[in-house]
């Protein structure tokens, strides 16, 4: 995980520093683009390296659970909780009480205002990038035990991601969290009392419901 986590930062801190800050005042549509294009070609080249055909991790560890009473819990999904919730406190944390999370969340709220009390918007730009990068590298070392890896796996968790950032608010972390938590309880609700088939359709109908009840997410913050 350090090591996925290592070098997608570079990778992430290297295109957005060369490539992504030339786009910086261009319409976010401009950026949407640029960054599909992007994804479409990390697929690309991921397929024609490795090949279209599904890999899993061969592992004993996959086999191991922990007992607590009548609760019988899956290792490498514990490990994967547990190493979560420490990255997402550490990434609140850093977002939080230092100088560089403080400006990061400025330069969001206001760019013209963050240059104008002097944060270097396309280094700090850059920087998000990287960590943005390097989180999603951690998760993909993270997940890789549990799910049979290929080039066109990202569509649907990209997805589910963006749904969870909805239901639990934009700008807001702790709200990711609760929106991750309520998706994955409601999926596996769905797929345990009705069916495996309709995990997607009670992700679909929370997300409707908080955009009709509540825009901003759960824990978001209303603007005008």
């Not at 819990?73 to 190493?83: G, K, P, S």
């Amino acid at each position: 995980m350090p090591l996925a986590a290592l070098a997608l930062f570079v990778l992430g801190y290297a295109f957005q520093r060369f490539i992504g800050n030339r786009f910086l005042d261009a319409p976010h549509h401009f950026q949407f683009i640029l960054f599909i294009a992007l994804a479409l070609i990390i697929t690309g080249i991921h397929a024609m390296l490795f090949g279209p055909d599904p890999r899993g991790i061969q592992s004993a560890a996959l086999f191991e659970v922990y007992r607590i009473g009548g609760v019988r819990l899956d290792a490498v999904r514990t490990h994967a909780a547990l190493a979560s919730l420490l990255l997402i406190a550490a990434l609140w944390g850093w977002l939080r009480f230092t100088l560089t999370g403080k400006a990061i969340q400025a330069a969001a709220e206001n760019q013209v205002g963050g240059r104008a009390i002097g944060i270097r918007i396309p280094q700090l730009f850059a920087l998000t990038a990287g960590v943005g990068c390097a989180c999603a590298g951690a998760a993909g070392a993270l997940v890789a035990p549990l799910f049979d890896t290929q080039p066109y796996l990202a569509p649907e968790f990209t997805l589910i991601a963006f749904i969870i950032v909805i239901v639990g608010g934009l700008a807001s972390l702790p709200g990711a969290l609760l929106g991750g938590l309520l998706i994955g309880v409601a999926e596996a609700l769905a797929a345990t009392m009705v069916a495996p088939s309709m995990k997607s359709l009670f992700s679909y109908a929370l997300l409707a419901a908080v955009i009709l009840l509540r825009p901003q997410g759960l824990l978001g913050t209303a603007h005008r």
